[in-house]
T-cell receptor, first 112, second 116 residues
Framework: DGGITQSPKYLFRKEGQNVTLSCEQN?????MYWYRQDPGQGLRLIYY???????QKGDIAEGYSVSREKKESFPLTVTSAQKNPTAFYLC???????????FGPGTRLTVL | KQEVTQIPAALSVPEGENLVLNCSFT??????LQWFRQDPGKGLTSLLL?????REQTSGRLNASLDKSSGRSTLYIAASQPGDSATYLC???????????????FGKGTKLSVIP
């Protein structure tokens, strides 16, 4: 089955800790994206990547970092610099260009 | 900056009713528009993609229309079922900051409840 997997489903973090969210896809897509969703808000773009070893900041990149060492993987690190990290994080992928985006099941991060 | 508005924010209908969800956007320079469905605590499921050159796109009981010049899209759901209960999101795609980069901008969604 082709698709996007995200792990873990739930993540709890203490203040001051960095945490890494996993996103893997087997759709052979070059483009991958990270979004953040807050209650009652639209999704907002954190980072995106169109090719291995390259990525670009989205609208709300502060306090986050990413890497793209493999085509299939696009992990997101939420650093201690992110002031309000509690949110639902969604990963997506697409063929590069004006094409349909497909989403993973999401990771819910809670800061204790 | 693209702004997307979805009306109504919530809708409750009896089973079997036909319904229309509305989406408006401020920047008409879009390449396509996607409609998504989101169940509580879950990811997004892509329902329909309308290219900017298209006026309509259909999938089963769903029909989406796009009027790019007026900045509007509608999602029509025929013969609604309780399983259609979810939040529906629209997202137009436009050029972003980097060359060859494109961005989806999301509305806050319409929460649909279909009552048996």
């Amino acid at each position: 089955d082709g698709g996007i997997t995200q792990s873990p489903k739930y993540l709890f973090r203490k203040e001051g800790q960095n945490v890494t969210l996993s996103c893997e896809q087997n759709l052979n897509h070059d483009a991958m994206y990270w979004y953040r969703q807050d209650p009652g808000q639209g999704l907002r773009l954190i980072y995106y990547s169109q090719i291995v070893n390259d990525f670009q900041k989205g609208d709300i990149a502060e306090g986050y970092s990413v890497s793209r060492e493999k085509k299939e993987s696009f992990p997101l690190t939420v650093t201690s610099a992110q002031k309000n990290p509690t949110a639902f994080y969604l990963c997506a992928s697409s063929i590069v260009g004006v094409n349909e985006q497909f989403f993973g099941p999401g990771t819910r991060l809670t800061v204790l | 900056k693209q702004e997307v508005t979805q009306i109504p924010a919530a809708l409750s209908v009896p089973e079997g009713e036909n319904l229309v969800l509305n989406c408006s956007f401020t920047d008409s320079a879009i390449y396509n528009l996607q409609w998504f469905r989101q169940d509580p605590g879950k990811g997004l499921t892509s329902l329909l993609l309308i290219q900017s050159s298209q006026r309509e796109q259909t999938s089963g009981r769903l029909n989406a229309s796009l009027d790019k010049s007026s900045g509007r899209s509608t999602l029509y759901i025929a013969a609604s079922q309780p399983g259609d209960s979810a939040t529906y999101l629209c997202a137009p795609l436009r050029a972003y900051s980097g060359a060859g980069s494109y961005q989806l901008t999301f509305g806050k969604g319409t929460k649909l409840s279909v009552i048996p």
